[in-house]
């Protein structure tokens, strides 16, 4: 990793927004991301003691797609058209991919997921990723594809290499470097990991 590089961008962003993301200047941008207090719901509905039916975890999957301001237009529609179509067994074993992702065998959960969502070409890093992201916000990475690309470029992360489809292996590299880059900046700048590489968004493009 080139750290000069990411302790530069820190020190401009900061220079810039002194209070990092609880400065006033950014306080439109935190309001967008954070008025659903999806992390609160993720939190509440996919409890590793849920008593949830598979079909109330999937309604609750899409209903995060759907509110997330981090998800693009074009796939919450896919992916609540995919879900709705979802017959009993589809939707538990979609419920149980995605509760054991969360809890128990992360990459199991990780690649069942990822093959069901193929079957109808929505295996994308934002579907796959953003549910994680809120629900454990301090641990978990959301991948957008064009700030992933970014940082690994611009921060010459020689041990990464992103491809458009998800993999475990891209998942688990760039979790790691996140929970461990952020500890080289200020605090301010990672309020949660979204936070953090959405602060590497905003400084490196």
């Known amino acids: 990793m080139n750290k000069t590089r990411l302790i530069a961008a820190a020190e401009q962003f900061l220079h810039q927004h002194p209070k990092g993301f609880d400065d ?13 207090n999806l ?10 003691d849920s008593a949830a039916t598979d079909a109330e975890i999937v309604d609750a999957m899409v209903k995060v797609v759907s509110r997330s301001s981090m998800v693009s237009m074009f796939e919450k529609p896919k992916f609540r058209d995919f879900c709705g179509q979802l017959d009993a067994m589809q939707k538990g074993f979609l419920a149980d991919a995605m509760m054991s992702f969360l809890h128990h065998d992360q990459e199991a959960g990780f690649d069942a997921m990822l093959s069901l969502l193929d079957t109808h070409k929505l295996a994308k890093w934002s579907l796959m990723t953003i549910i994680p992201a809120y629900y454990a916000p301090q641990k978990e990475v959301f991948v957008k594809p064009t700030t992933a690309k970014g940082v690994v470029t611009y921060l010459e992360l020689e041990n990464l290499v992103y491809k458009p489809r998800p993999s475990w292996a891209f998942y688990t590299g760039y979790r790691d470097w996140v929970n461990s880059a952020k500890q080289l900046v200020d605090p301010s700048l990672s309020p949660s990991n979204a936070a953090f590489t959405g602060f590497l968004m905003m400084s490196i493009s």
């Open 39 to 48: 992390s609160e719901f993720a939190q509440a509905h996919f409890a590793q």
């Open 24 to 36: 006033p200047s950014l306080e439109a941008v935190v309001k967008r991301h954070s008025k659903a």
